[in-house]
């Protein structure tokens, strides 16, 4: 069975640094997207970054455009966000997400209703 766990989270102050991780089970990172959501209290889900089945596709917020960087580790079937320079508004519960098929192998989105598979979600603070 498919499943995403997040980790990585906390409390960080502003101009920090945190590692997010999403390990994956029951399938391998060559045949799924993997995108990062995040959730700021009253706000709605918004897309973070993604990375392509074939992990040559990438693609970012602009508000996290050169702060924030995704990668992938396949022998570990993991894929990470580094986020860097953190804001305030970069506060909220991260979430991993996953989809597979023929159109996620060369491109990722960044909408939330592409993805068909969900991890829990890891919170992510940052605060002076």
């Known amino acids: 069975q498919l499943q995403l766990v997040e980790s990585g989270g906390g409390l960080v102050q502003p101009g920090g640094s945190l590692r997010l991780s999403c390990a994956s089970s029951?399938?391998?990172?060559?045949?799924?997207?993997i995108g990062w959501f995040r959730q700021a209290p009253g706000k709605e889900r918004e897309g973070v970054s993604c990375?392509?089945?074939?992990?040559?596709?990438?693609s970012y917020a602009h508000s996290v455009k050169g702060r924030f960087t995704i990668s992938r580790d396949i022998a570990r079937n993991t894929v990470y966000l580094q986020m860097n320079s953190l804001k305030p508004e970069d506060t909220g519960v991260y979430y991993c997400?996953?989809?597979?098929?023929?159109?996620?192998?060369?491109?990722?989105?960044?909408?939330?209703?592409?993805?068909?598979?969900w991890g829990q979600g890891t919170q992510v603070t940052v605060s002076s």
């Open positions: 997400a996953a989809e597979s098929g023929p159109a996620f192998q060369a491109m990722c989105f960044l909408e939330s209703l592409t993805y068909g598979h």
């Open positions: 029951g399938f391998t990172l060559d045949y799924v997207a």
């Open positions: 990375i392509s089945s074939s992990g040559y596709g990438t």
